[in-house]
Nanobody
Framework: QVQLVESGGGLVQPGGSLRLSCVAS????????MGWYRQAPGKQRELVAT???????NYGDSVKGRFTASRDNAENTVYLQMNSLKPEDTAVYYC????????????????WGQGTQVTVST
């Protein structure tokens, strides 16, 4: 089994910053992509940012220039530095990983964390 555990969410004022972390643990052979998605009330889950094992990044249009995703491959950890936060960034942020669980299994599997709440408000 694989677990993804997020941390770092909370309440912040508009214009402020937060840093999210997500650690993957369990039966992991290699991780291809790790990243973040978010879901606001009444809306669909959307891409925030992903990071490949080689450090390549992809961002959702609404966070480009404000958020930065990074990885520590040795620690199976992905981070999301969120700056210049806006009320519309309020959502539950979910960690995501696409990985192989064993060298004898070539399949890639997708896992999700439980989510961490980010609220941007005065």
């Amino acid at each position: 089994q694989v677990q993804l555990v997020e941390s770092g969410g909370g309440l912040v004022q508009p214009g402020g910053s937060l840093r999210l972390s997500c650690v993957a643990s369990g039966s992991i052979f290699s991780i291809n992509t790790m990243g973040w998605y978010r879901q606001a009330p009444g809306k669909q889950r959307e891409l925030v940012a992903t990071v490949t094992s080689s450090g390549g990044t992809n961002y959702g249009d609404s966070v480009k220039g404000r958020f930065t995703a990074s990885r520590d491959n040795a620690e199976n950890t992905v981070y999301l530095q969120m700056n210049s936060l806006k009320p519309e960034d309020t959502a539950v942020y979910y960690c995501n990983a696409i990985l192989r669980s064993g060298w004898g299994d070539p399949e890639h599997y997708m896992y999700w964390g439980q989510g961490t709440q980010v609220t941007v408000s005065t």
